[in-house]
Each structure stands twice: as structure tokens, then as C-alpha cells.
């Protein structure tokens, strides 16, 4: 006991230490955690909001990948949903057309392998990996035509699959929808 | 000191710091599977426990129907790179008496010089999917059809099986010098054309994919003719109609000429 009051001094030093190393390593998580949700919030990261899966064997045989459901859709609140599929070695549509200023959703997957969806000139860059749905919300803020080349090496043809993105005035989109429900800018 | 027990909610070091940690894990949960999921503008959560099980990546079947429907027939065959291998010799013999009808067009030994498609070798994913797409409407043909459709699916693997079975025979054309026309060996990338051999079999096989060498140039012409028009559509998902469409006329007769004096 006589040796506690020998330390005491040494004590109060070490704890004092102590203290100053809790309270910077609590910062530092602390400054991660905002970190995260400020880059959440602001999308400067996109993470799905979900995780929605479909079977790359069978999608062509039902579900919102069937052949004919793939292109852009208007949607009711006047949005546009664009389905599109990667296989090797091409995607389905093998031209998207979308409309400028106005919110877009785009919801592809695989047929097979995983393959990579990406739009020249954006941010839009994300895998499509067989079994799972991607879903991305995006918006062009001008007409014109991206190349949308697969990033994602998927076979000895990848470097053949080459898709095509051309953004339109949202009038002439528009009119383009009276005659077709699903759109596309293939043939 | 050393007589107090470390791991004791009395000693203040153990239970402020077990205090603090368990407070951040709380609060950045709550970030994390609450705040921002809520403040995601395009998604709509049926209740907090559906946000909190979408943030930590519970999957979900895309239960979205296709509210647009095909008004032409859709191949319906589930192709898988696995499926038909390794036929037993009972599927191959019974294959044989089945093969006797189709004779006619595509040779005794599957190899003919009728214009239409030589079978001997031809891999057996192949003849079982056009068969199914014969017999479903998904591909149109005045003579195949009607055979086809009399076929069980049983039937079609058997015939699919035989025919794989038989030794692919050189065509008359056979020409192994013909230097391969560009459109064959690289295809044209910036115009989502890839190597014909990366799913014909050269290279690699894309289940589905037949293999080109010693067809009838007029066969294979007429078929990525039909593909480029969209005459043809029982390719799945358009992968070979994005292909076809996408070459130029020249480009095609090269193609066919090739493959026609290929072994
Ligand atoms: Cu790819």
C-alpha cells in the first residue's frame, strides 16, 4: 500500500494520456461515420438502396427482362426507366435513347457472366453481375451520343461489346413515345 | 491498483470506454440502416423494418412484371453452358432412327449438299434449341415446322445427341488456304461486332452457337440476313440480331464464303 502513494503522480500522468488517446481515436470514428453519411446523402457515392435478384438463366422467359420490356419506358410520374440486359456479347437494347433533363432509372442485369455498364462522359459506372439487378438513378443534362463500352472483362469477345447512349430533347423523346412503348436507338 | 479487477463495471476506465463504443455502434446503426436509407430520393420503404432490411442487403426477388408483352414468339429454351454433355449411348442409338426422317435434307451422315444446314458434329445444345424454337413458333421454316412439332423433348435430345455424335465431314468447298476475312477474325469492335469465333467455337462456345465451318454459304448468308432484318428472332435476348444488324452486306458474304470453306 505504501507504494501507491509513490506512483501517484505517475498515475495521474498515464491516466491523463489515456484520456487524450480515447478522445482522438473517438474523432476519428466519429469523423468516418459522418464521412459515410455525408457522401450518402449527397450521392457522391451511389449505393443501391436494394438488393433484387433475378435468375440470369430464365430472363428471357418472364419478369421485366423479357425481350420486349427492354428499352426506356415513360413512367407515369413522367420519369423514365430504361431495362436493358449484358450477355456475351452485346447489350439488349444495343442503343439507349433517353431524354435530357429528366430523371432516369436504369435497371439492368446479366445473362450471364458479370459484365460492366458504363456511359461515356457520366458517372454512370456499375457491374451487372448475373443474379442481381442494378439499379441507378441518373440524369443527362444535355442532348448528345455516349459510347457505353463493357468495362468488365466477360470473354475473349469483350472487347467487341460496345453499346450506345444518345440523349434526345425530352420533346423529341416525347414523340418518339406516341408510336412505341419501348424505345431504342438499335437499327 | 492491481488488487481491482480490470473487466468490472466499477472500474470507470472499462465501463466509460465499453460505454462509448457501444454508443457509437448505436448511433452509426441508426445512420446507417435509418437516416440514410429514409433520405434516398427515389425509393420508396414500406415501413422502417423494410428500410433496415434493404440497407443491410437482405435480397429480394425483382418481382416487377414486364407490363409490355412480345407480340412474336420468344425462344422459351433455358440455355446453360453444361446443358446436354455426355449423351449414354442409348440416347445416341435411339437418336440414329430418329435422324433416318431428317435424311432427306441433311444426309444420311448429316452432311448434304442440299443448301440446308450439314448436322454431323454440330453441337447438341444447338440442334435441340432449334428443334424446341421449330416446334414452339419461335423460328419459322415451312419444312421444319411440321417435323418439329411431332417431336418429344425427348425426341429432340436424342436427335440433338446422334448428330453430335457423327463426325463433322469436310464439305466440297473445303478451302483451308482462304485467307479469314477481317469481320472473322477481329469483327468490328466499335460496332459491337466480335470475333465470330469468341462464341462460334474457334475460340470459345457460347452455348447455342453453332459451329460455322463447312455450312452452305447460301444457308448461312440467308440466316444473318434474316437475323440483320429481324426476320429471324428466336436468338435469345437479340444476341446474334445485334451482331448481324450491325454488318454491312460485304461483310456478310466474307462471313459465309469463309465459314463455307472451313472444315
Ligand atoms: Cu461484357
Known sequence: ?187 | MSDRPLFSPRNPWFSISVGVTAGIAVLSAIVGLVWLPLVQPNVKFSGLWDAICSAAGVPRAAVRDASLKPEFKTSGVVMTPQMLAGADQVSIGRGATLAQRCAICHGPQGVSDANSPNLAGQFAAVTYKELNDFKSGARASVVMVPFAAAMSDRDMKDVAAYYAYLPRVPSNNLDVGRPAPAIVVTGAPMRNIPPCGSCHGDIDNKAGSPWLGGQSAVYIKAQLEAFASGTRRNDISEQMRNIARQMTAEEIDQAAHFYEAQP
Not at chain 1, 2 to 12: F, I, L, N, S, Y
Not at chain 1, 29 to 39: K, P
Not at chain 1, 99 to 120: K, N, Q
Not at chain 1, 128 to 153: K, N, T
Request: net charge negative; glycine share 8%.
Open chain 1, 1 to 187: 500500500m505504501a507504494t501507491e502513494t509513490d506512483h501517484g503522480p505517475g498515475e495521474a500522468v498515464a491516466a491523463r494520456i489515456e484520456r487524450r488517446w480515447a478522445t482522438l481515436s473517438i474523432v476519428i470514428v466519429a469523423l468516418l461515420v459522418g464521412m459515410a453519411a455525408v457522401i450518402g446523402i449527397h450521392r457522391a457515392t451511389m449505393p443501391q438502396a436494394r438488393v433484387e435478384t433475378a435468375d440470369p438463366k430464365t430472363l428471357h422467359l418472364s419478369g421485366e427482362f423479357i425481350e420486349s420490356n427492354l428499352g426506356s419506358a415513360v413512367e407515369p410520374d413522367g420519369s423514365v426507366t430504361v431495362r436493358a440486359i449484358g450477355q456475351q456479347y452485346s447489350f439488349t437494347p444495343q442503343c439507349i435513347v433517353v431524354p435530357a433533363e429528366t430523371p432516369i432509372t436504369i435497371r439492368a442485369t446479366s445473362a450471364d457472366v458479370v459484365h460492366g455498364f458504363l456511359i461515356e462522359g457520366t458517372n454512370i459506372n456499375t457491374m451487372l453481375v448475373p443474379g442481381y439487378v442494378s439499379d441507378l438513378p441518373v440524369r443527362f443534362s444535355a442532348p448528345g451520343e455516349h459510347v457505353m463500352p463493357c468495362q468488365e472483362f466477360c470473354g475473349i469477345g469483350h472487347q467487341g461489346m460496345w453499346g450506345k447512349v444518345k440523349v434526345v430533347d425530352r420533346t423529341a423523346f416525347l414523340n418518339m413515345t406516341a408510336a412505341k412503348r419501348r424505345l431504342t436507338c438499335a437499327d
